[in-house]
């Protein structure tokens, strides 16, 4: 058995054997059928038990029901690796084995019959989903035989395609539950964590794959990496040293896990926990092995490390900044945040599926001026774009400014997002002032502002019409909660301080010190829609650092940041080191008062160097979260979102910002 299914627990290990047993009869029945055909059943897998890993979205559908998906799914797949078998060349056209294919594609159709009936769609997306895969295995072969050019962005397509049969068994689930309209929400889920089995397959099988000369991306990548292309190979050790050892298999195994979880992310908002805690554990036994290869490229790269830290920092913002460049002119698709908030929840939006962009271009905003006032150049138009997309992202009509998903009728506009919007527009906020910034500060000073100095995350204009408000403060009261969060309040003081320092100086001071008031014990900031400390005590540091210079928390935060650091220079906000945690600890060190070239700091810029990824981005960890059960009470159910643009953004700036601290002194 597959042991992930196996960590899964005894419930789901049951159900696969019983669906394992219906499988092998069906194989036996076809095996008597076609004298002469080979009729091997699938290996106990995730296709045994896929409905069941849905059922929780999908409670309409009975037990028999899931059963009958999962056994026909399991004889669609082997009609499929049929094909597959052929069309790689790993197996000899076999008129039995043909025939007896075909015999299973025509039962497993046949035994869905009484489950979704001629007018269903389920018919119309699996003619779609088997075009899918016959468009895929058609564009692989296209790199079998001599090395071609291989974007990554291909290789998402063609492994997407390979495994759109995945897709077929929880697509059916919603049919048969009659809400096709959340077919795309079921695709979204699987299409990333079929890319990442491909990813796994491919390493899995690169030996084999280079003597019959079948060039998958990795294969190409570890060739080109070998400096050589076309029909001038290297030879098969030096492939897998390029492989393991130069940093290919490490890159695409962060991007893989980075699917992983966004697929687990999706599944959550779905209500597939089953298959959310699958891609979760799969995700994980994929970052074990990053790991591995990582310490095998850390060390390499120790070895034939540059003398002078600038230079290593040089080629890693180069690197960044080119990635970047590159992200924007794909409108940054790997840092937004998709959710679903479906209809039948009370949620009125156009479609059921949002898409929340703000925040992430507003902290990429904030990170090209942190690179621009270093002297980095960025590419000409960039920045101004990035600005300008921002801009266009705020609400027609809207005075409280930008909310995070802006097409989701009931969520209003939030100070956090605000705030990061004035520091993505940096010195720049002043001459946008008036147009932008002034109605919707003012709306939080004057109507949101409490006397403790805090002020309300959420902006609800008391001037916009009346449907609107109830609208709002119906949906904070039913989905996101009321009341004040510490580093919400931290971010937007703070970019009042740093870019309009005239507006409201005492309700500035007034913010900080109670941000300052609100620090644990342990010397560290807790967020409500952030994962972990770090982000938290940056947002803290930052204010109170700028606000009240010499503040006894700043001490205690920079005691909990040394004490918290790990041994590889790294820190970690669930259990291992990650960038992310890292770069927000660097970051909120340095505004705490750590001197520059204190060993903790060199470490840390150690451990971000030598983490990043060939790409230029950093692996992507979770960065925010949302408690779903935050308004109603009850034990926290949390959604949580990550992007390795995310974390390559805050691992530049503290790259930039210890690299200034260093050079002041």
Same mark, same amino acid.
């Given at each position: ?348 939006? /156009?479609?059921?599926? %949002?898409?929340? !962009? *703000?925040?992430?271009? #507003? =902290? ?5 001026? +942190? @690179?621009? &006032? ?120 703070? /970019?009042?301080?740093? %870019?309009?320092? !005239? *507006?409201?100086?005492? #309700? =500035? ?5 109670? +941000? @300052?008031? &609100? ?141 200034? @601290?260093?050079?002041?002194?």
């Amino acid at each position: 058995m597959n042991p992930l299914l196996a960590l899964l627990g005894p419930k789901l290990a049951d159900e696969a054997r019983r669906v394992h047993q219906a499988h092998e009869a069906a194989c036996q029945a076809i095996a008597r059928a076609v004298p002469g055909a080979r009729v091997q059943p699938v290996p106990v897998q995730v296709y045994h038990v896929l409905p069941a890993l849905f059922a929780e979205a999908f409670p309409g559908v009975g037990t028999d029901a899931q059963r009958t998906v999962a056994a026909a799914g399991l004889l669609y797949f082997s009609h499929v690796l049929v094909l597959d078998r052929l069309m790689d060349g790993d197996a000899v056209p076999d008129g039995a084995g043909l025939l007896a294919g075909s015999v299973m594609h025509e039962r497993a159709l046949t035994s869905l019959f009484p489950l979704l009936p001629p007018d269903t769609p389920a018919w119309d997306l699996l003619a779609r989903y088997g075009a899918e895969y016959a468009r895929a295995v058609t564009a692989e072969r296209e790199h079998q035989g001599a090395v071609r050019p291989f974007p990554w962005e291909r290789f998402e397509a063609i492994g997407g395609g390979k495994a759109a049969i995945l897709k077929a068994s929880p697509m059916m689930l919603a049919c048969i539950a009659r809400r096709p309209g959340d077919v795309p929400r079921v695709e979204a889920v699987i299409e990333p964590f079929n890319v990442a089995g491909q990813v796994h397959d491919d390493l899995e099988d690169w030996r084999a794959d280079f003597r019959a000369r079948r060039f998958s991306h990795l294969l190409t990548c570890a060739v080109e990496r070998c400096g050589c292309a076309g029909s001038d190979l290297p030879g098969e050790e030096e492939v897998g040293h390029a492989l393991f050892h130069g940093g290919v298999a490490e890159d695409a195994l962060a991007r893989a896990v980075d699917l992983c979880a966004l697929s687990a992310e999706r599944a959550r908002t779905l209500g597939a926990g089953g298959w959310a805690r699958y891609a979760a554990l799969f995700g994980e036994r994929l970052a074990k092995l990053a790991d591995g290869f990582a310490g095998l490229r850390a060390r390499a790269e120790r070895v034939a490390a540059p003398a002078g830290v600038r230079n290593e920092l040089d080629g890693a913002l180069g690197r960044l900044m080119g990635r970047l460049t590159a992200e924007h002119a794909r409108g940054y698709p790997e840092a937004r945040h998709t959710m679903g908030f479906a209809h039948a929840l009370g949620f009125t939006g /156009a479609e059921e599926v %949002h898409h929340g !962009g *703000v925040f992430a271009r #507003a =902290v990429l905003g904030w990170m090209y001026g +942190v @690179a621009e &006032r270093a002297g980095l150049r960025l590419p000409d138009g960039v920045r101004d774009a990035n600005l300008a997309a921002l801009k266009a992202m705020r609400p027609d009509g809207e005075r409280g400014g930008w909310s995070y998903f802006p097409t989701l009728p009931e969520l209003a506009p939030d100070a956090d997002d605000l705030a990061q919007v004035i520091h993505a527009f940096g010195p720049g906020a002043a001459a946008h002032w008036d147009a932008l910034f002034d109605v919707p500060v003012r709306l939080v000073l004057d109507h949101h502002a409490h006397p403790d100095g805090a002020v309300d995350t959420w902006i609800v204009d008391p001037g916009a019409p009346t449907e609107r408000q109830t609208r709002y403060r119906d949906a904070i009261g039913r989905w996101w909660g009321r009341g004040v969060d510490a580093e919400v309040v931290a971010n937007f003081f703070a /970019a009042l301080h740093a %870019h309009a320092p !005239g *507006v409201a100086p005492d #309700a =500035v001071r007034a913010g900080a010190e109670w +941000v @300052a008031g &609100r620090q644990r014990a342990d010397g560290s900031w807790t967020s409500t829609w952030y994962v972990g400390p770090f982000y938290g005590t940056f947002a803290a540091c930052r204010l109170v650092a700028a606000v009240l210079p010499g503040h006894p928390s700043l001490g205690r935060a920079a005691a909990f940041l040394r004490q918290t650091q790990r041994a590889d220079g790294g820190w970690a906000s669930n259990g291992r080191s990650d960038p992310l945690s890292t770069a927000l600890a660097l970051l909120a060190l340095l505004e705490a008062g750590g001197e520059a070239r204190e060993p903790g700091l060199d470490d840390a810029v150690r451990h971000l160097l030598i983490s990043q990824r060939s790409d230029g981005l950093w692996p992507r960890s979770d960065f925010i979260r949302m408690d779903l059960s935050r308004a109603a009470g009850g034990p926290a159910r949390w959604a949580t979102y990550g992007s390795a643009t995310m974390a390559a953004a805050f691992a530049g700036a503290a790259l930039l910002k210890s690299a200034e @601290a260093r050079e002041a002194r």
